[in-house]
């Protein structure tokens, strides 16, 4: 802080009261400390790593039983073409399409008495070769009234969408947006729709959501627009990805591990239970798929494509999630398709010749993703702007919009 | 370019300025040029005096992304979205309006509107506005973007192109300026040297 002569004297001596970094400052220290420390350590795992993957390769069909055999506690990759496979992207069409949707949403707030929840989905349509085009909206969609505002079963019971489920509820949104907008594309021009972050509704693994819910989310949420992505095929190439930067997926590496394992078949819980280290297969432990694919493909290389075998994928049917790495300049991005994607080859390298070339133009991240992202997102102005209309619009029309009294203490900050 | 289609909309307004956004990139009205727009009561006559190309948000930096390529237009190829992420835009000062069929070389009653359709003037229009080099008087003590006397200097010169006589004109117009700048010879002398087609 600036101390004027001017400040007076109790500026001068004033202590913020949020986050004392000096106090942090410290800890971070610590950290770094020990991360050098086990910095020989990763060297050596991911060496490891790289020597497994190649003997892997030579045996991969013992690896596919083991797989196929294995109780394991993590969740291990399923191999669909050889494990170290490295291709370098086709080149693109001369005339293609991306379509991307991202987006962002106020959540339900419980310090106010209207019970209400905001979607904002941002597209962008981009069209490249002879006719270049392009094309962005911003889709906001206010959900109010039980019927919206909760997943309902035939038989009465219901579940409030808010929290991780609103999250879920967004992925649907994004995704049925973006069917809409590729389904109203010329027909014959190749398309490929991208989405941010997974195609696996991971909010509903481990969680005991009840089936209703998992039904209205999925078979008629998210596989339903896929299933729309799919049909578009009788007319043209059309795709559906989505992009995952800097993951930390290690689906790869647990398939490592069992390679590693001594044990045929693998079964964590009988042999290992309660052990976190010491372990064979903890040789390459720790570490996340990107690091060993950062080693392996060089720039615009696509991985093997591999199976998850998320739980949740069992309900997929003919949109089970395969998923590829490709290496854009320094960084690691997951791409995750439909099985429909993942098993025709024009189409699969189609996704990376695509994915490869938005990176390129969009210095490293995909360029429709960007901007789709830069049309949905909602700053803290626009939260604070959005919750004064309410209460304008609510008290102009004499309804009452009352709000928490905490909430009313952090709008008028007082001493 | 076709005179009677507008050519921006007005974003930004007050009585002796507006900024206006063209419908198309780089599609600015030349520096110095005569460009109209509506208020609610009467018609503007504004000098365009400042234009540019940037970010149609603030905060996002346009970066460089040329290398290798043959032209900026195979830029714009590659990069569609470019279009629509840059936005051309004009300031222009009022210099009069017409009320009535009368020509005024005065600032009027009320600002342009916001969002009022800007036009460019027909080569006829500025014939007849610069019929009374009156404005001059307003210019002459104008803060503008860019230097005042090139402003100026760009209208005049602008504006001589549209009489029978341009010459004759500038001359004209060069009297007036020496009466207003009676007090300022380096001004003037450096003003007329503008001045030359």
């Known amino acids: 802080m600036i101390v004027s002569p001017w400040m007076p004297w109790y500026t001068k001596n004033s202590k913020t009261m949020t986050l004392d970094i000096s106090q942090v400052y410290g800890q971070v220290e610590a950290m770094a400390g020990d991360l050098k420390a086990s910095q020989a350590d990763y060297g050596r795992r991911l060496d490891v790593a790289l020597d497994t993957l190649k003997t892997a390769g030579s045996a991969q069909d013992e690896l596919r039983k083991k797989i196929d055999a294995a109780r394991t506690t993590w969740l291990v990759a399923g191999l669909k073409e050889a494990m170290g496979l490295k291709k370098p992207a086709d080149k693109c069409p001369d005339d293609y399409a991306v379509a991307a949707s991202d987006g962002s949403h106020i959540d339900v707030d419980r310090h106010h008495s209207v019970r209400l929840f905001l979607l904002n989905i941002g597209l962008v349509y981009l069209q490249y070769g002879s006719r270049p085009d392009a094309e962005f909206s911003t889709l906001p969609s206010l959900y109010f009234g039980d019927e919206r505002l909760y997943i309902r079963s035939d038989d009465g019971r219901q579940s409030p969408v808010e929290g991780s489920l609103l999250g879920m509820k967004r992925n649907v949104e994004e995704c049925r947006c973006l069917a809409d907008r590729v389904c109203a594309m010329p027909a014959g021009l190749p398309v490929v729709g991208l989405i941010d972050g997974s195609l696996i509704m991971w909010g509903l693994v481990g969680q005991r959501y009840e089936d209703f819910v998992i039904r209205h989310l999925l078979d008629e949420g998210m596989l339903k627009q896929l299933d729309r992505f799919h049909a578009l095929n009788r007319e043209r190439k059309a795709a559906v990805a989505s992009y995952i930067s800097f993951p930390r997926s290690a689906d790869v590496v647990n398939a490592l591990r069992l390679q590693l394992c001594p044990y045929n078949p693998v079964d964590c819980d009988k042999y290992c239970a309660g052990k976190f280290e010491g372990r064979a297969c903890d040789v390459v432990g720790g570490l996340p798929d990107r690091d060993i694919f950062s080693r392996l493909l060089s720039d615009g290389e696509r991985s093997a494509v591999f199976y998850s075998h998320s739980s949740i994928i069992e309900r997929y049917g003919p949109h089970k999630v395969c998923f590829f790495y490709v290496r854009l300049d320094d960084e690691i991005a997951r791409i995750e398709v439909p099985l429909w994607v993942a098993d025709s080859s024009e189409l699969l390298e189609m996704v990376h010749a695509l994915v490869v070339e938005q990176c390129r133009k969009g210095f490293g991240y995909p360029v429709a993703l960007s901007e789709a992202h830069e049309q949905a997102v909602v700053t803290g102005a626009d939260r604070t702007q959005f919750w004064d209309v309410v209460e304008r619009v609510m008290l102009e029309g004499n309804i009452g919009a009352d709000i928490s009294l905490k909430q009313r203490s952090k709008k008028i900050r007082w001493i | ?197």
Not at chain 2, 69 to 90: G, I, N, R, T, Y
Request: hydrophobic share 45%.
């Open chain 2, 1 to 197: 370019m076709d005179l009677d289609k507008q050519i921006a909309e007005v974003i930004e307004t007050s009585n002796s300025e507006f900024l206006a956004q063209c419908y198309e990139l780089d599609a600015v009205p030349a520096f110095g040029s005569l460009v109209k727009t509506r208020s609610r009561d009467c018609q503007i006559y504004a000098l365009v005096c400042a234009s540019g190309t940037h970010s149609i948000e603030q905060g996002r930096r346009i970066v460089a992304r040329g290398q290798g390529a043959a032209s900026p237009a195979e830029v714009f190829k590659a990069h569609p979205q470019l279009a629509k992420l840059l936005c051309s835009d004009f300031r222009a000062l009022v210099v009069g309006h017409d009320r009535g069929g009368v020509i005024r070389e005065y600032l009027p009653p009320s600002p342009a509107g916001i969002y009022a359709f800007v036009y460019a003037c027909k080569p006829e229009e500025v014939r007849l506005f610069t019929g009374s080099l009156d404005f001059l008087d307003l210019l002459i003590d104008s803060r503008l973007p860019a230097a005042t006397d090139e402003v100026i200097a760009a209208f005049l010169r602008f504006a001589s192109l549209t009489h029978e006589a341009p010459q004759e004109f500038l001359v004209k117009a060069g009297k007036g300026l020496a009466w207003l700048l009676s007090n300022d010879i380096r001004r003037l002398d450096s003003l007329l040297k503008r001045l030359r087609i």
